[in-house]
Structures are given as structure tokens and as C-alpha cells.
């Protein structure tokens, strides 16, 4: 797996060196704002950007950015370092797949995860998504190999009582001896590195919140995964989790509060988003190309002097949940749509092979799926393999369809939890609290990858392991 992430970080290098930087919206802002405190001699966010700025953006990749800025005066080296992030992530995403399931579903989800076409051009891009995912899925994988190496919390079959026969796999050949850590002198000792792993995920995930508050969802399917599966023993663990978390949130948000007076650990412009869906007139379609101050709209202010963001914030929340309270209904049948809009397509980072991309607002690609046949002479090579990649994102879906029903009819639910609670919980927070963008179901694309790897070695062989054979349920008595 390790010589697989290689590979594909020389290629993520290669993509970065042959195409160059692709400038987005949100990318020309981080730096715009970074460029700005570097003037200031600060870090984000300062008092002057209060009064300038309509919200509280991304804290984590606009400070990075002006980091490396600082450090180089250019912004390649931070690309360089995204790509690297995003090779983590694949390298994790085997690891964690590794621990929860087998380690021929980890080679299969790493190899999706390196030939799926949109995981290619997004490092070459300012991306709050790439770090935000990376330090998400340490975290993941942290937790469960503290789940994975505890016999009292389920050592995955490795001993007698859970069935690690030589018909189930367990054996030496497969790792289910010392060296693995799957026998009992780890599970004696596994209580004792716990308190520092979880600890530790703990901080990384405060710290992936601070690039980007999604990690929230990651946060809540861990301590959800904890109760369901510690139960009683659940609250230490917990508590050590939610220690390095809050830990981090303390002395960040300590640290703004010195220096600007207000206590900042993360983005604040969920009010600013969320208003905009809050009146009759609003689609549930992505609100690309809108003015900050829309007139007409609930997000608009006429008077705005001796104000700041934090005013503005205060307004959109009130006039939001003044809507609310009176339009429940109406919202919730906004969800289908927000749905069908996040989910529709996977091919936003395919701008990166755009033969012209140097206006951020023209990098987009658009499909002609309704006459295909007769616009196909005419598609760029973008459009191509934009096409491409949206083949490979239907099948991926499918096969964790697949894969996920399969693993509940095997009642695989203790390995499943994880990934399925990430893409079921993380989907329904963000139609619920967010508009649809298919750009938001980033950071659940690990585990969509980890599930449809499950499918596919149902029929594989790899020496004696058949389909998930180290997946079965704590205390089980059954062989198979």
C-alpha cells in the first residue's frame, strides 16, 4: 500500500507540473485574505477583516496559505504539500479499510480511490476540502485501530470465541498473530495506548474543523461509534476524544481572542449560507455567480455602516430562524432536491485539465449529456474526461450499494458502522443544514470507496481470505 501511494503521489506531481495551478473562487479569496494579513503581520482573521468581510471563512488553509506565502512568496509549495495531503488520504483511507475489514478490501478501495479521475486535478488547486479530509481520516483510522487492536473491544476474531479458525482466516498467514497484534497480549495492553490514540484523533479532528467545519460530521459518527459499540465502557474513551478536541478549540480560539477580542476556533459563515435558502423564492439549485448582497433577498442589508460581521451574523440568523419557525414544511421539501444536487455528478475537480483556465469564475465543466452523440466530435479533452469520471462515480455508487447490503445481510455491522454512518450522517447534515453542492460530498468520498471495495471481494480470492473474513461481529460464535 505504501509503494501504491507513492505511485500515486509522483502522479498527483506529474498533474500539478503539467497543468499548473487551477484558480477558483474560493481558492483566489484564501489567498487574497492571506495576502492581506500578511500585510498586517497577522494571521487570520484580524479586527480590520471584521469590518471588511461579510463572514469568518475557512481559518485553517487561509493561515496556511499565508504561511507558505511567507515562508516562499509562492503558492507552489503549498500546492505541493496538498498533493501529499491528498496521497495521505488515500494511504489512510487503505489503512482504516485495512483494520475494519480485510486486507483485500484496503487494496481494493486504494486502487479506486488513486484511478477515480476527480481525485487527480483537485491538488492542484487551493482547496480547504484536501486538508480538512486528510486530517478527517487519520482521525477515522486512529479510532479504529484502537478498535481493531483491543480484544475486550473486539480484536476482529482473533482468538477462539470470535470464530478465528483457519476457515475464517485468522491465522498466521492472514495476521492474526503478535506481530499483527491481534492476540491477547495486545488486547491487555490495548487500553493503555488508547487513552493517547484517541486523544490524539481527538486533536486532529479540532484541527480539520479549523480548515473546514465538515469535520463535525466525523466527530459525531466517532462518538456515536463509541457508545453503539463500548457502551458502558464507552464514557473514558469518549471523554479522551472529546479532551484533545476541545484542548485544541481552547487554545485557538484563546489565542484569536487575544488578539482581536473575539473567541474564533473555525469558520462562521453558516448564517450567511443558510439565510439565503430561507425565503420563498429560493432553489434548492447550487446559488454559483450571486452577489454577496443580493437585494430583494433575506441576506441583504440596507445599512450597513458601524457594522461588522459578527452584526451581519446575528441579523441572517435571526431573519433565518424567524422563517424557519414558520415554513417548516416548506423547507423539508427542499431536501430531495438538495440531495439530487450534491449527488448528481462527481466531476467538479476536472476543471484542473482545462486547456484555458486562468479566469476562476470560467473553470467549471459542463457535459451535453442530452445530445451527446451529436456534440462528441466537439468535447474538449476535459469534457472527456469529465465523462469518464462520471462513469466511474456511478459505478462507485452502485458498488457501495452493493457492498454495504451485502455486509448487512453478513451482519457485518461493527466494521460497516464507521463508513456508513459517515456517508448516511454526513449526507443528511449537509441537505439539512447546507444547499446542494456536489463539491460538499468530498470529505464522505473515502468511505463511499471503503464500501464499494466491500462488494468487490465477495468472488476474490487473495490466499486463503474470502469475502471479509476478519468482519465478524464482537463475540460471535459463528463459522463460516
Not at 469518464?388 to 457501495?400: G, H, R
Amino acid at each position: 500500500m505504501i509503494l501504491l501511494t507513492a505511485i500515486y503521489l509522483v502522479w498527483l506531481l506529474a498533474v500539478l507540473l503539467f497543468f499548473g495551478y487551477t484558480p477558483t473562487n474560493d481558492g483566489v479569496g484564501y489567498i487574497e485574505l492571506a495576502q492581506q494579513c500578511l500585510t498586517e503581520h497577522q494571521p487570520y482573521p484580524t479586527v480590520t477583516i471584521f469590518t471588511q468581510e461579510p463572514f469568518i471563512w475557512n481559518i485553517g488553509i487561509i493561515n496556511l496559505t499565508e504561511l507558505v506565502i511567507w515562508l516562499t512568496g509562492s503558492i507552489m509549495p503549498l500546492l505541493v504539500l496538498l498533493c501529499v495531503m491528498k496521497a495521505a488520504t488515500a494511504l489512510f483511507l487503505s489503512l482504516t479499510a485495512e483494520r475494519l475489514f480485510s486486507t483485500p478490501v484496503a487494496i481494493v478501495a486504494l486502487v479506486f480511490f488513486i484511478i477515480y479521475p476527480n481525485n487527480w486535478g483537485q491538488s492542484t488547486m487551493v482547496s480547504s476540502e484536501i486538508p480538512s479530509t486528510c486530517l478527517s481520516m487519520i482521525a477515522v483510522y486512529l479510532v479504529a485501530k484502537d478498535y481493531g487492536a483491543n480484544k475486550t473491544y473486539g480484536a476482529y476474531g482473533a482468538n477462539k470465541a470470535n470464530g478465528a479458525n483457519r476457515a475464517n482466516g485468522a491465522n498466521e498467514a492472514n495476521g492474526a498473530n503478535e506481530a499483527n497484534g491481534a492476540n491477547e497480549a495486545n488486547g491487555a495492553n490495548g487500553a493503555n495506548r488508547a487513552y493517547g490514540t484517541l486523544f490524539f484523533a481527538g486533536l486532529l479532528l479540532a484541527l480539520a474543523n479549523w480548515f473546514r467545519p465538515t469535520a463535525t460530521i466525523f466527530l459525531l459518527c466517532i462518538i456515536l461509534f463509541l457508545i453503539v459499540f463500548k457502551r458502558k465502557k464507552s464514557i473514558r474513551p469518549i471523554a479522551e476524544f472529546l479532551t484533545g478536541y476541545v484542548i485544541f478549540i481552547a487554545v485557538v480560539g484563546t489565542s484569536t481572542y487575544c488578539r482581536t477580542g473575539r473567541f474564533l476556533y473555525q469558520a462562521r459563515s453558516y448564517w450567511f449560507s443558510m439565510v439565503d435558502e430561507c425565503y420563498d423564492e429560493a432553489t434548492v439549485a447550487p446559488h454559483w455567480g450571486q452577489p454577496i448582497w443580493p437585494e430583494g433577498t433575506p441576506r441583504y442589508i440596507a445599512n450597513r455602516t458601524d457594522m461588522d460581521c459578527f452584526d451581519y451574523e446575528q441579523i441572517w440568523k435571526e431573519r433565518s430562524i424567524s422563517y424557519l419557525k414558520d415554513h417548516k414544511l416548506a423547507y423539508l421539501k427542499k431536501l430531495p432536491g438538495r440531495f439530487y444536487y450534491m449527488y448528481q455528478n462527481d466531476y467538479d475537480n476536472m476543471s484542473a485539465f482545462l486547456s484555458e483556465k486562468s479566469r476562476p469564475e470560467n473553470n467549471f465543466i459542463t457535459i451535453p449529456f442530452r445530445h451527446l452523440t451529436n456534440e462528441a466530435p466537439s468535447l474538449s479533452m476535459a469534457q472527456w474526461m469529465s465523462l469518464m469520471c462520471m462513469l466511474c462515480y456511478v459505478a462507485v455508487l452502485l458498488m457501495a450499494i452493493l457492498g454495504t447490503i451485502v455486509m448487512l445481510r453478513h451482519h457485518r455491522w461493527q466494521p460497516l458502522f464507521l463508513p456508513l454512518s459517515i456517508v448516511v450522517l454526513g449526507t443528511l447534515m449537509l441537505i439539512f443544514l447546507m444547499h446542494g453542492e456536489t463539491r460538499f460530498k468530498d470529505p464522505l468520498m473515502p468511505s463511499l470507496f471503503m464500501l464499494a471495495a466491500t462488494c468487490t471481494t465477495g468472488r476474490m480470492r487473495f490466499g486463503r481470505m474470502r469475502y471479509a473474513p476478519t468482519c465478524l461481529p464482537i463475540n460471535s460464535e459463528r463459522h463460516e
